[in-house]
C-alpha cells in the first residue's frame, strides 16, 4: 500500500513538474514575442503613414500635371482659364481611370491564376480513399473469419454427436 501512495505522490510531482515547465516556457516565448509584435505594430502603422503620404503626393503630382494640360489649352487653344482648368482636370481623371481599370484587369488574372492549395487537397483525397481501402479489406476479411469460424463449428466434432438435442430430465433419487 505504501508504494502505490509512493507511486502516486511521484505522479503528482512529475505533473506539477511539467506544469510549471510548461507554465515558464509560455512566459518565456511571451515574453521574447511582446516585444517583437509591438515593434512589427509599431512599423504597419509607419508604412500606413507613408502609403496615406504617398497617396497624397501621387493626387498632388495628378493635380501638378493637370494644371499644365490646362495652361497648354490656356496659353496653346487660346481657351479661358476655367474651361482649360477644367479640361486638365477631366484628361488627369481619364488617365486615372484608364490606370485603375488596367490595375484591375491584372489583378483579376491574378486572382483567378491561383489555384488553391492543390498538393494538399489531392493529399487529403488520398487518404481518404487510402482509409475507405482499408476499411473495405478489414470488412472483408472480417466477413471471411466469420464465414471461416462458422465452417469450422461445423466441421469441428460435436460433443453431443450421435445423442439427443434435447436435454434429458432426470429425476431426484432415481
Known amino acids: 500500500m505504501a508504494n502505490q ?4 505522490d511521484a505522479i503528482k510531482a512529475i505533473q506539477a513538474d511539467v506544469t510549471t515547465i510548461v507554465r515558464g516556457e509560455v512566459e518565456l516565448a511571451k515574453a521574447e514575442l511582446v516585444p517583437q509584435v509591438k515593434s ?9 503613414a507613408a502609403g496615406y503620404f504617398g497617396i497624397n503626393g501621387l ?5 501638378g500635371l493637370s494644371a499644365l494640360v490646362a495652361n497648354w489649352f490656356a496659353t496653346s487653344l487660346g481657351w479661358a482659364p476655367f474651361l482649360a482648368a477644367c479640361m486638365g482636370l477631366v484628361i488627369m481623371a481619364v488617365v486615372l481611370f484608364l490606370i485603375a481599370g488596367v ?15 492543390q498538393a494538399t487537397i489531392k493529399q487529403a483525397e488520398d487518404s481518404v480513399d487510402a482509409v475507405k481501402d482499408a476499411l473495405a479489406r478489414g470488412q472483408s476479411q472480417a466477413e471471411a473469419e466469420v464465414e471461416a469460424r462458422k465452417a469450422a463449428r461445423k466441421a469441428a466434432p460435436s460433443i453431443t454427436a450421435g445423442t439427443s438435442t434435447r436435454p434429458t430430465f432426470v429425476p431426484p433419487g432415481s
Open 40 to 48: 512589427a505594430g509599431i512599423g504597419a502603422g509607419l508604412f500606413g
Open 103 to 117: 490595375l484591375a484587369l491584372v489583378g483579376k488574372n491574378k486572382v483567378a491564376a491561383a489555384k488553391g492549395p
Open 59 to 63: 493626387a498632388l503630382v495628378f493635380l
Open 5 to 8: 501512495l509512493d507511486i502516486a
